[in-house]
């Protein structure tokens, strides 16, 4: 039985809300901080108290539906069957420490594997970006337009300064030309915020060589609405259950970025 998406929207849509609101309400209160991975992937007591409000509400109404969580409360997976909601409780940890702005909850639900609605929350703006697939992309009950093509030369690209220095993951000469020839670059600390600002035509592309679904889960949906694109730095398909590098851009800038700058992914 097909799930009933416009009553899971009406939910979806009230419990972000309300974990927005406490999340506001958090702001005058120390933090309890840990370090996860490395010194820089911090985890407070807010991120961990908000995917459990989640959990609380998703698994009372929902039983039988299954979660992916940052935080790990959540669901083990090994497939996408039935009914998934990956969640991102604070995206953009340093941020909401650091500056207490700049960072979003974020909702991807997806069914069979299929992204049905996704939801990104910029909780200080109180702007909630929304989509459900079939129906548009909105900010508070605005519709986003269809992402037009343009080229590199014309277009401001998202991308973290560590990509283009010494690192792990990919050669620092790989993008620096494209930082050369793109009309600016910008980082914003928040995967799901520079998915939202694309879907808006704030910006033009976003890339990044790692991320985890419950970063990208909701804005994909919104961006391939949208007409724009979304693959890993190879252009292959994203990988919904582990770690994957991203490259989401409007139609144009992304088969440019791919022929010109990351070489079809022969790198």
């Known amino acids: 039985m097909m799930a009933n998406m416009h009553e899971i929207d009406t939910y979806a849509k009230q419990w972000i809300k309300e974990a927005g609101e406490r999340i506001r309400a958090s702001f005058p209160n120390t933090l309890n901080i840990k370090t996860k991975s490395n010194p820089n992937d911090l985890v407070t007591n807010i991120d961990q108290e908000t995917e459990q409000y989640f959990i609380e509400k998703i698994k009372t109404t929902y039983?039988?539906?299954?979660?992916?969580?940052?935080?790990?409360?959540?669901?083990?997976?090994?497939?996408?069957?039935?009914?998934?909601?990956?969640?991102?409780?604070?995206?953009?940890?340093?941020?909401?420490?650091?500056?207490?702005?700049?960072?979003?909850?974020?909702?991807?639900?997806?069914?069979?594997?299929?992204?049905?609605?996704?939801?990104?929350?910029?909780?200080?703006?109180?702007?909630?970006?929304?989509?459900?697939?079939?129906?548009?992309?909105?900010?508070?009950?605005?519709?986003?337009?269809?992402?037009?093509?343009?080229?590199?030369?014309?277009?401001?690209?998202?991308?973290?300064?560590?990509?283009v220095t010494e690192n792990r993951r990919l050669p620092p000469e790989l993008l620096s030309p494209l930082v050369k020839e793109a009309r600016g670059t910008r980082s914003y600390g928040s995967a799901a915020l520079e998915m939202v600002y694309l879907a808006s035509g704030r910006i033009d592309a976003y890339i990044t060589p790692r991320l985890a679904p419950w970063d990208f889960a909701a804005g994909i949906i919104m961006i391939e609405e949208l007409g724009g694109i979304a693959t890993d730095l190879r252009g292959e398909a994203l990988d919904l259950l582990n770690q994957s590098s991203v490259f989401v851009a409007r139609p144009g800038v992304h088969s440019e970025i791919m022929h010109r700058y990351l070489k079809d992914g022969r790198w």
Do not use: C
């Open 63 to 163: 039983p039988d539906h299954k979660i992916l969580g940052e935080e790990g409360y959540g669901d083990k997976l090994t497939d996408l069957s039935g009914v998934v909601w990956i969640i991102d409780p604070i995206d953009g940890t340093m941020n909401f420490i650091h500056q207490q702005r700049n960072f979003a909850i974020s909702i991807g639900i997806y069914e069979d594997g299929v992204g049905k609605i996704g939801l990104i929350y910029d909780v200080v703006l109180d702007e909630l970006y929304h989509v459900v697939k079939g129906q548009g992309v909105f900010v508070n009950g605005e519709e986003l337009q269809i992402l037009e093509s343009k080229s590199v030369s014309e277009s401001i690209i998202a991308l973290n300064a560590t990509w």
